[in-house]
């Protein structure tokens, strides 16, 4: 019992104090600023994913005004990963398709800002979120950063970081999290989750840790539901297939199964107190783009930046239990090792 408490207060100090990430309240009172939503002008970093396209349309659809505020994409910054082929060959593409939907394709991060309110980040290689996002939270505008949102938990850290210095709102989510059943176990249908298991495809990346790119959408399901408190991580991988389980400090159990042959997909199983439920199937994006307008309304950021930063230690932890041949990592060590690197990181 001594040693779990022990834990939450090192988590809670290394998130909340030591790297400085809890929204301060002039963040919190975002919302009140003066004419704020009268600024409808979204601008999108990165055309080299298929996001940008799908959340533009949507965006821009003559119908879209009842449930996205009426925010509209007007610019686009295509640049993006310039290493990672999947992502370097679209961006010609996208760019001829985002300047059909009547966006206007500019040369630099500071030309969009010149022209935008709020920003989606979509560039598709996390290595460059940190020093995008910089740039952003500098200029004084929200942003949503798509997943992941950085490519090492340090970075992640240092990201949040720079929000609270710069004094501007920001979240990043998969649109795993806002499936429709697993909003049904938040709203409590189950009852107390007492565990869950989650799926999603794990696609690897050299250039990113391995759950990173892809496992990541299995991972914020399963957290979606679980909820902060991992203490553990053990990983079991194979070329095909892969196995992560967290242990939670209550005791629970919740396990990602990354897929990388056969027959792929998104969905899991939450067991609660009161029930078990499939968590799928996957909705499409709608209900995710719906968060972020609120988030734009409000700028209160959906997720706690807490939760965000426990997701992307569990990943680590979980690179890391791989390196160790399936040992169980302790994501307190994770966080203190990633701590010291943000401090050394200048924002």
């Known amino acids: 019992m001594t040693s779990s408490i ?14 400085g990430i809890g929204l301060s309240s002039e963040l919190a009172a975002f919302s009140s600023r003066t004419g704020i939503n009268n600024a409808k002008r979204v601008g999108i970093i990165g ?16 119908d879209a005004a009842a449930d996205l505020g009426g925010y509209k994409v007007v610019a686009a910054y295509p640049y993006g990963s310039k290493e990672i082929k999947s992502s370097v060959d679209r961006i010609p593409g996208y760019i001829k398709e985002i300047k059909e ?19 989606l980040l979509e560039t598709n290689d996390g290595r460059l979120h940190l020093e995008q996002a910089l740039e952003v939270f500098k200029a004084g505008k929200p942003m949503f950063i798509d997943k992941p949102i950085s490519a090492s938990l340090a970075h992640t850290l240092a990201i949040f970081n720079a929000a609270e210095k710069y004094n501007q709102p920001t979240f990043s989510s998969s649109s795993l999290r806002y499936m429709e059943n697993v909003i049904a176990v938040n709203k409590g249908k189950i009852g107390k989750v007492l565990g869950a298991d989650a799926y999603s495809p794990s696609t690897l990346e ?9 496992g990541i959408h299995g991972v914020e399901t399963l957290f979606a539901v679980m909820g902060q408190g991992c203490k553990t991580v053990q990983r079991t991988f194979q070329p095909d297939m892969e196995v ?8 629970r159990i919740g396990t990602f199964r990354g897929l990388r042959s056969g027959k792929t997909g998104y969905g899991g199983t939450a067991f609660g107190s009161e029930g078990i439920i499939e968590l799928g199937p996957y909705g499409g994006y709608r209900p995710l783009l719906v968060e972020i307008v609120n988030f734009f309304n409000t700028g209160k950021p959906p997720i706690d930046p807490k939760e965000t930063i426990e997701m992307f230690a569990f990943m680590e932890a979980a690179s890391e239990s791989r390196r160790k041949k399936g040992q169980a990592v302790s994501i307190a060590d994770v966080m203190k090792k990633a701590q010291k690197e943000a401090a050394k990181i200048n924002i």
């Open 244 to 251: 992560v389980v967290g242990t939670w400090e209550d005791g």
């Open 47 to 62: 055309l080299d994913t298929s996001h940008s396209i799908a959340f533009t349309k949507a965006f821009n659809a003559s």
């Open 101 to 119: 939907l009547g966006v206007e394709v500019v040369d630099s991060i500071k030309s969009l800002l010149d022209k935008v309110d709020f920003v």
């Open 6 to 19: 022990n834990r939450r207060k090192f988590i809670g100090t290394a998130v909340m104090a030591g790297m």
């Open 206 to 214: 050299p250039t990113h840790p391995d759950l990173f790119w892809y």
